[in-house]
């Protein structure tokens, strides 16, 4: 929100020599920080405001052309020049004879280090510069030049202060619990309060007794959604009647465009009151207006050109012919105010606030009025805007109000907060009187009744978010000064370091990086469409009611699509030697049980506790890579390696090192895998998960290189690692043997290493496959799988026959089991 500090003044009667500083720790204390302090970059030399007496077309030129006489003060005056006018070239088309307009004379220096001098151009002398608002550095339209309307404004008089160049803008980072900081109003309650200053409060004004019937019929349908609605109608507006300076120079420094009197005077009053507007072209609107929420089907083009397709769950402003306003976000293009529109209807309403910020998020529509409805408005105020409104329209447009006003007000009272006097106190953990407690609460607009120790405070219509004791309390502790509260902090408690799961995690990390994989975090969102694209099942997410993508609503129940995309990205972006790593959370599909809403007076019980414990879903901890290109870089040394399968397993063969459990891989057959070229990882009997060559068709329809790989492990599901025992070393000799062993290519490793490890016995002490070979020497659909036996016995020199026999039983278990051939 930005707050010009003129504007400011007009309601606060600052103390002498307050400054910006003063401002700036004033706003501290009640809790809004400064975001920045804009000020109009500086103009030095005679600027003044001038008179147009005439302009003559000038032809023959390849754009159009004026050279206008300005009358710019007396000679005597700064720049000089006479009754008479100077004469200045112009190209801008947007002003006429009498008007009154910015000049600068030569010797001004303009914002961006732009000097002005008399010059010959056009074939004329132009001595001076008309300027328009972005040549003057208070915004950015360039269109034409600024009109500072006909009357008024004396010529020759300084135009620093007609503009407020010397005006500072606070801009204001503003809460969502503090919507009504979102006004002029709200921000000038809370600087009086920290001053202790006077202010006069803009919405104190009585509306008029506006006579007659309604003047249009109204219906609200959902009361709950909207339980107030007010709406006056207008007639005998001057289409052309431009918007006064002084509300465009505000205007700008708040960052509103200004577009026409009716749209300028709604947005002012928004700004003044907090109280966002709506005008309608009454001439558009077709019988009566009824707020309800959509039916199937409808669309309405908004006022920003784009068709939407409405929700069962938004909320409209209708008539005869249907949608032509979403509540609270923005109008239809129907009942646009245009250039010719001489009658209107204002509308002013409250609306829920939960509602208008669904419909912001479905539409991607966000909008200054949505941003304040959102954070809650002041029901109470909004006949109060539209007296305002009208007061403006009638001062600048010749409008007059025609008829009654309409104002469907279903409101219940607000229920009053039961508090304890001594309960501020006790959470700030300073003395504060009951006598201050009261002070504050009435200074922020509370009505207080004080029944012994006990008071019963009813929070004020503009504060929607004082709901409990806790907020009441807050409220208080701002007021006596957050900085009177003693910093001390307690003593930390001795910690007991990190969790085993933490460590695994930390271990696993550390271990995939050491191995050449980059950590690629991805977000933990998810939609169908991705998740089947990989073939994997879509019933059951866990989808959210407020997604950030309408393509991602639901929580990921697999690290692979984020994995897959990250890859496609940089893929996209020209890198080719790809290898990332997720560790993070999935979400199990499920049933989810409702979570209780727990107290905020109190501790919740264990019950309460136990329930929202049970509607969380299962959320275990996954780790997943993801390979693509070359995983040995090719250079002078070689033509490098390309990553296959066995790199996707071999790195789940590094998680289940970092976890010390031992992992068996076995032949799978699961998507996204390729069917013949995907592992099932294995522990303790338990398939913890899949690692191997993605399917081609996957890798298509993703974009992805051909032969791209991943593995994806679920780490919970891995046994706590034991204590590590010193392994045994024995002083004999070992006995060391080879085989070749031909089985069909088919045939999984696993499960051949398996049996001999089993028919070796206990003389064998290690296993290690040190070649694969297919080829015509041991025939088509056959395969040499070449191991290295390493056999000793821990308490004697082991014997050649004795490492033979357990050699021999070795190799006739695979050739019984796996019809093993021992090669020659």
């Given at each position: 929100m930005r707050v010009p500090i003129s504007w400011l003044s007009q309601h606060v009667d600052l103390p002498a020599g307050t400054g910006v500083e003063e401002l700036d720790a004033a706003f501290v204390r009640q809790g809004l920080e400064v975001d920045a302090v804009l000020r109009t970059p500086e103009t030095t030399g005679?600027?003044?405001?001038?008179?147009?007496?005439?302009i003559e077309e000038l032809t023959g030129f390849k754009k159009p052309i004026r050279y206008c006489r300005v009358d710019v003060g007396n000679p005597g005056d700064a720049g000089g020049g006479g009754r008479e006018g100077r004469g200045i070239v112009c190209g801008a088309r947007n002003f006429a004879v009498g008007d009154l307009v910015v000049v600068a004379l030569p010797g001004?220096?303009?914002?961006?280090?732009?000097?002005?001098?008399?010059?010959?151009?056009?074939?004329?002398?132009?001595?001076?510069?008309?300027?328009?608002?972005?040549?003057?550095g208070i915004g950015e339209d360039h269109e034409g030049i600024l009109v500072l309307g006909t009357d008024g404004i004396e010529p020759g008089t300084p135009a620093a202060g007609v503009l407020g160049l010397d005006d500072v803008v606070l801009d204001l980072e503003v809460t969502t619990d503090r919507g009504y900081c979102m006004a002029i109003r709200g921000v000038a309650r809370e600087v009086a309060a920290?001053?202790?200053?006077?202010?006069?409060?803009?919405a104190a004004a009585t509306p008029p007794a506006w006579s007659g019937e309604p003047a249009w019929a109204v219906e609200v349908a959902d009361p709950a959604r909207c339980d107030r609605f007010s709406m006056i109608a207008m007639e005998g507006l001057d289409p052309a009647a431009p918007t006064p300076w002084w509300m465009r120079r505000r205007l700008t420094r708040c960052g509103v465009r200004s577009i026409s009197l009716a749209v300028d005077v709604t947005n002012y009053v928004m700004l003044e009151l907090g109280q966002p507007m709506h005008a309608f072209d009454r001439d558009a609107v077709r019988g009566p207006v009824v707020v309800r929420t959509a039916r199937p089907g409808e669309r309405l083009t908004t006022l920003d050109g784009a068709d939407r397709a409405l929700d069962a769950d938004d909320l409209l402003i209708t008539d005869d012919s249907g949608p032509i306003g979403l509540a609270g976000v923005m109008g239809g293009s129907t009942t646009e105010v245009s250039g010719s529109t001489t009658a209107l209807l204002l509308e002013a309403a409250h609306w829920e606030p939960t509602g208008i910020g669904r419909g912001v998020r479905r539409h991607k529509l966000p909008s200054e009025a949505a941003k304040r409805f959102e954070r809650g408005t002041d029901p109470d105020v909004t006949v109060v805007a539209l007296a305002r409104a009208a007061e403006l329209l009638s001062e600048f447009g010749g409008a007059r109000v025609a008829g009654g006003v309409v104002d469907v007000d279903t409101r219940v009272p607000r229920p009053a907060i039961t508090l304890a006097a001594d309960r501020p106190q006790a959470v700030a953990g300073i003395p504060i009187a009951p006598d201050t407690v009261v002070d504050a609460l009435r200074t922020v607009g509370c009505a207080v009744d004080a029944d012994g120790a006990l008071l019963a405070v009813t929070p004020p219509s503009w504060r929607p978010d004082l709901t409990d004791p806790a907020d009441l309390v807050e409220e208080v502790v701002r007021a006596v000064g957050y900085d009177e509260i003693p910093?001390?902090?307690?003593?930390?408690?001795p910690g007991r370091g990190l969790t085993p799961a933490q460590r695994r995690r930390r271990s696993v990390g550390r271990a995939l990086a050491d191995a050449g994989y980059t950590e690629a975090p991805a977000y933990p969102f998810v939609g169908p469409t991705a998740l089947t694209a990989l073939g994997l099942p879509t019933e059951g997410l866990l989808t959210l009611r407020n997604p950030l993508s309408e393509q991602e609503p639901a929580m990921r129940p697999s690290l692979l699509p984020g994995l897959l995309a990250t890859l496609a990205r940089n893929i996209g972006r020209g890198q080719r030697d790809l290898a990332v790593f997720e560790l993070g959370v999935v979400f199990t599909p499920g049933e989810v049980s409702a979570a209780p809403l727990p107290p905020v007076d109190r501790r919740p019980d264990d019950d309460v506790l136990a329930a929202l414990l049970g509607a969380v879903p299962a959320q275990p901890w996954h780790v997943g890579v993801a390979l693509s290109g070359l995983r040995e870089p090719r250079g002078h040394w070689g033509p490098g390696r390309a990553a296959d399968w066995a790199d996707a397993v071999e790195a789940a063969r590094t998680v289940a090192g970092a976890a010390g459990v031992e992992l068996v891989v076995r032949a799978g057959d699961r998507l996204p895998?390729?069917?013949?070229?995907?592992?099932?990882?294995?522990?303790?009997?338990?398939?913890v998960g899949w690692a191997g060559e993605l399917h081609p068709r996957v890798c298509a329809d993703l974009e992805l290189p051909a032969r791209t790989c991943g593995m994806e492990l679920d780490l919970d599901a891995l046994p706590e690692k034991s204590v590590a025992q010193a392994p045994e070393i024995s002083?004999?000799?070992?006995v060391r043997m080879d085989a070749a062993l031909v089985v069909e290519s088919a045939k999984p490793e696993a499960a051949v290493r398996e049996t001999l490890r089993r028919a070796a016995g206990d003389l064998l002490e290690d296993l290690q496959l040190f070649d694969v070979y297919e080829g015509p020497s041991v025939g088509e659909g056959r395969k040499s799988l070449a191991y290295a036996f390493t056999f000793r016995a821990p308490d004697r020199t082991l014997t050649g026959e004795q490492a033979r026999e357990a050699f021999d039983a070795a190799v006739a278990a695979a050739a019984a089991d796996h019809g093993a051939v021992l090669r020659a």
């Open positions: 005679p600027l003044v405001v001038g008179k147009v007496l005439e001004v220096v303009l914002p961006g280090e732009f000097a002005i001098a008399a010059r010959e151009t056009y074939g004329r002398v132009s001595d001076g510069m008309i300027c328009s608002v972005r040549e003057l920290a001053l202790g200053a006077p202010w006069q409060d803009p910093g001390a902090l307690p003593t930390a408690p895998w390729h069917p013949g070229r995907c592992a099932e990882l294995v522990v303790d009997g338990v398939v002083s004999f000799p070992p």
